[in-house]
């Protein structure tokens, strides 16, 4: 047995994906499935701010998708939003505050779909919680898992569509978050019933050192039994390059204004 590292990558079928979005753009991205068998559920990653260093890389989103296919029988489609760079490319078009965004969604849950991938939950995190509450209750959409809310461009209406779904939302939110602390979030999300927050404590707003309890919150609600995850592997394990992420895995995350939900 091998103790799971910050940079194991185990084994999944791992595929280059493009998306294309309803106003002409392609975005770049990548699905990871398990090796040898069919996921039982599906996580579609949306980074945090990209123009604070969130990308489809940003290393909760990393860690899920290189861990994640092999422990848990997990789908993980991971993408960048318009205009966001990583190792895997620059997708097309620029940064719209979360407005254009709305398309990016869209064409990654249309993807799911057209991929017959089950069981499909967006993982939002950061920026990535609030196109998941503004744009993310589809039909195909299980549930909702956001990571870190600042509940900064989703308004009141938004929360609503995803009370009257009745679809799952679950929050985890950092003792000593930047922007919502776990008071605070129980009381914003009150206005979805349905919603359960999880207060994590000693996290921060960007998960450093608490990847794992993350992932383990994750996988509780998409493949319950599958909990908590191991954290040795008996097999093939490769390890990536982590310094390629290093200016960008734990940017700071300082407080800009967002524009107005449209």
């Known amino acids: 047995m091998t103790t799971i590292r910050a940079n194991s990558i185990l084994p999944a079928r791992r595929e280059d994906i493009e998306l294309h ?14 090796a040898d068998r069919p996921p039982v559920a599906t996580l579609v ?3 945090p701010l990209p123009t604070h260093g969130g990308m489809m890389d940003s290393h909760v989103l990393r860690k899920a998708a290189w861990r994640l296919p092999a ?4 789908a993980v489609l991971r993408f960048n939003t318009r205009g966001t760079t990583s190792v895997r490319g620059t997708s097309q078009g620029a940064f719209d505050g979360g407005v254009g965004e709305r398309f990016d969604v869209a064409a990654a849950i249309e993807y799911a779909e057209f991929a017959d991938l089950p069981s499909v939950w967006l993982l ?3 920026f990535g919680t609030d196109l998941t509450l503004r744009y993310g209750c589809e039909p195909g959409v299980v549930g909702a898992i956001l990571l870190s809310p600042p509940l900064r461009s989703a308004v009141d209406a938004d929360l609503a ?12 939110v950092p003792e000593f978050d930047d922007y919502l602390r776990p008071a605070e979030a ?11 927050v999880i207060g994590v404590p000693g996290a ?3 998960w450093v050192g608490d990847a794992e309890t993350v992932l383990d919150e994750v996988v509780r609600r998409v493949a319950p039994g599958r909990a908590p995850l191991p954290r040795e592997w008996d097999g093939p394990m490769e390890a990536g390059d982590a310094s390629a992420y290093a200016d960008r895995t734990v940017a700071a995350f300082t407080d800009v204004t967002l524009p107005p939900a449209g």
């Open 21 to 34: 979005t309803a106003d002409g753009l392609t975005l770049v991205g990548e699905l990871a499935l398990p």
């Open 45 to 47: 990653c949306l980074h």
């Open 71 to 74: 422990l848990a029988d997990l």
């Open 124 to 126: 939002g995190w950061s």
């Open 161 to 172: 569509v995803w009370a009257s779904s009745g679809k799952p939302v679950v929050a985890l």
């Open 186 to 196: 129980t009381t914003r999300f009150a206005a979805i019933p349905q919603a359960e």
């Open 204 to 206: 921060k707003h960007l």
